[in-house]
């Protein structure tokens, strides 16, 4: 019976890891906007803004620099941070600290914030 349950075990840790999901609420934002938070190691802050077709998506961050630490965002088309690659649209600009795209459809667009080790940070977007 041992033999059995062990490879079961196994095969549903392995499967739930494959699945998980992006459990984190995102934090409404409504332009123009002005977060601040403080994120690190392996969490992650999420946010959502709609953009309508056509319009232009900004974002900016900075964070309170501390031991060579670091913030950076991604701007992503997926609501699960896990699967949150980066949008197909737009392009960063001093040294990842910016980003800038048209919007090429009316739909929500995510933000995701990430730390190394530890950063707070301010994160200001716009749509116009």
């Known amino acids: 019976m041992r033999i059995i349950v062990v490879p079961a075990i196994l095969w549903l840790a ?57 913030a950076q965002f991604t701007v992503s088309e997926s609501p699960n941070f896990f699967d949150g690659a980066p949008a197909t649209f737009g392009s960063e600009s001093d040294r990842g600290r910016h980003w800038s795209g048209k ?14 080790p530890t950063a707070r940070y301010t994160l200001r977007v716009t749509v116009h």
Not at 103 to 116: E, F, M, N, Q, S
């Open 14 to 70: 392995v499967s739930c890891a494959w699945t998980q999901e992006d459990t984190i609420p995102k934090k409404r934002l409504r332009t123009p906007a002005v977060a601040t938070g403080f994120v690190g190691g392996e969490s992650h802050d999420s946010y959502v803004i709609r953009a309508e077709k056509g319009r232009t998506l900004s974002v900016g961050i900075s964070w309170q620099r501390v031991g060579g630490n670091q």
């Open 103 to 116: 919007v090429p459809k009316t739909g929500d667009l995510y933000i995701y914030v990430v730390a190394h």
